[in-house]
T-cell receptor, first 114, second 116 residues
Framework: GESVGLHLPTLSVQEGDNSIINCAYS??????FIWYKQESGKGPQFIID?????DKRQGQRVTVLLNKTVKHLSLQIAATQPGDSAVYFC?????????????FGKGTKLSVKP | ETGVTQTPRHLVMGMTNKKSLKCEQH?????MYWYKQSAKKPLELMFV???????ENNSVPSRFSPECPNSSHLFLHLHTLQPEDSALYLC???????????????FGSGTQLSVL
């Protein structure tokens, strides 16, 4: 079946550097994408979302880029901080897809070195 | 604090026990969800309730029984579970507008379930 995947299971960065977390998806009908952050002992927390009619969206210190041509999604975190250490999930939903049925990737663990 | 509260945080039960997980959302949302998170596997949707009505059931075994008495409360009743059901069970809520794909989910911290 079609699913969302991640290129790297772990990512280690130096505090203050920028982080880039990648995600590949295979369903060309997907029109909504979302990034979640999950810290240890907590549930996933919304970071940023983007619809397929956009290719870039910025939040506070985070930017999501969507490349529909190659079905690639990325999350960029500027000036990474120790508090950014967590597992990051991308997820997708197809236009008209069933409610709540986000397809989640397995996650990338981001570790920030002081 | 996300506005979604789950209890208990941890639960250990035997295969013959009956237990219930509770979820409460304080966000005024109209949809609630149960997800299962197992180690090294993606999040799996179990149940969806929209305006208290169950709209999705992703082929979940009958040993899991959801209940949604109102739009703020959601339960997951458990009975005769198997060891492979051990996982983190996450509750989420969202505001759904009819006809609009909006999957911005707010998750609770989950119940870590161990079945012995």
């Amino acid at each position: 079946g079609e699913s969302v995947g991640l290129h790297l299971p772990t990512l280690s960065v130096q505090e203050g550097d920028n982080s880039i977390i990648n995600c590949a998806y295979s369903n060309s009908a997907s029109d909504y994408f979302i990034w979640y952050k999950q810290e240890s002992g907590k549930g996933p927390q919304f970071i940023i979302d983007i619809r397929s009619n956009m290719d870039k969206r910025q939040g506070q210190r985070v930017t999501v880029l969507l490349n529909k041509t190659v079905k690639h999604l990325s999350l960029q975190i500027a000036a990474t901080q120790p508090g950014d250490s967590a597992v990051y999930f991308c997820a997708e939903n197809e236009y008209g897809g069933s409610q709540g049925n986000l397809i989640f990737g397995k996650g990338t663990k981001l570790s920030v070195k002081p | 604090e996300t506005g979604v509260t789950q209890t208990p945080r941890h639960l250990v039960m035997g295969m013959t026990n009956k237990k219930s997980l509770k979820c409460e959302q304080h966000l005024g949302h109209n949809a609630m969800y149960w997800y299962k998170q197992s180690a090294k596997k993606p999040l799996e949707l179990m149940f969806v309730y929209n305006f208290k009505e169950q709209t999705e059931n992703n082929s979940v075994p009958s040993r899991f029984s959801p209940e949604c008495p109102n739009s703020s409360h959601l339960f997951l009743h458990l009975h005769t579970l198997q060891p492979e059901d051990s996982a983190l069970y996450l509750c989420a809520s969202s505001h759904q507008d009819a006809g609009i794909t909006n999957e911005k989910l707010f998750f609770g911290s989950g119940t870590q379930l161990s079945v012995l």
